[in-house]
């Protein structure tokens, strides 16, 4: 079984210019998930959706991050314009349904801003 | 506000003898924990959960212990080995307040066994 799937692994651009990040989950996982990684810390969730719905987005900065889940399947995480601060690990993980249940993480995009 | 806690940011220990990893928590609403090892550069893994109606769940290697009164999970390793190298971080879920589910991840600690 294929497992979560991210890309691109590493992007580097300049501050203020945006940039996107993709994510296929596992097969047949309702429950997607985006989250932040800095340096020396544990993930902390972007957002959360259940198939299309995004059921947790209140640790998105919505001033410069959007993020889509169309169809129920693929997802994108965006931010437009990046900032210095966003230099960080941004990881995806799905799982089969319920919030409760085990996550699946993908190996995460090391995004640096210049 | 840091929910969950990993107070030990780094742990070294001999191959053979015991690991022993700490996880605090703050809200006694969450009722399911969990924890996770990475690799560098991978994505996190799960390794070993614990439901809050027992207080120890044992796989293999792997022993995690809850104490809900206290708030504090444990994850035992015994005996390490140097595979197991890496950083483990724990989670906590629940509904913490109507409606509102969590999943909050402490900020891991990180386990070097030497050979």
């Known amino acids: 079984e294929a497992g979560v799937v991210q890309s691109p692994r590493y992007k580097i651009i300049e501050k203020k210019q945006p940039v996107a990040f993709w994510c296929n989950p596992i097969s047949g996982h309702n429950t997607l998930y985006w989250y932040l990684q800095n340096l020396g810390q544990g993930p902390e969730l972007l957002i959360r959706?259940?198939?299309?719905?995004?059921?947790?987005d209140s640790q998105l900065p919505k001033d410069r991050f959007s993020a889509e889940r169309l169809k129920g399947v693929d997802s994108t995480l965006k931010i437009q314009p990046a900032e210095l601060g966003d230099s960080a690990v941004y990881l995806c993980?799905?799982?089969?349904?319920?919030?409760?249940?085990?996550?699946?993480f993908g190996p995460g995009t090391r995004l640096t801003v210049l | 506000d840091q929910q969950v806690k990993q107070n030990s940011p780094s742990l070294s220990v001999q191959e053979g003898r015991i690991s022993i990893l700490n996880c605090d928590y703050t809200n006694s609403m969450f009722d399911y924990f969990l924890w996770y090892k990475k690799y560098p550069a991978e994505g996190p893994t799960f390794l070993i959960s614990i439901s809050s109606i027992k207080d120890k769940n044992e796989d293999g290697r792997f022993t995690v212990f809850l104490n809900k009164s206290a708030k504090h999970l444990s994850l035992h390793i015994v005996p390490s080995q140097p595979g197991d190298s890496a950083v483990y971080f724990c989670?906590?879920?629940?509904?913490?307040?109507?409606?509102?589910?969590?999943?909050?991840f402490g900020t891991g600690t990180r386990l070097k066994v030497l050979a």
């Open positions: 959706y259940e198939n299309e719905e995004a059921v947790d």
């Open positions: 993980a799905s799982s089969p349904g319920r919030a409760t249940d085990t996550q699946y």
């Open positions: 989670a906590a879920s629940g509904f913490i307040t109507s409606g509102t589910y969590k999943y909050i």
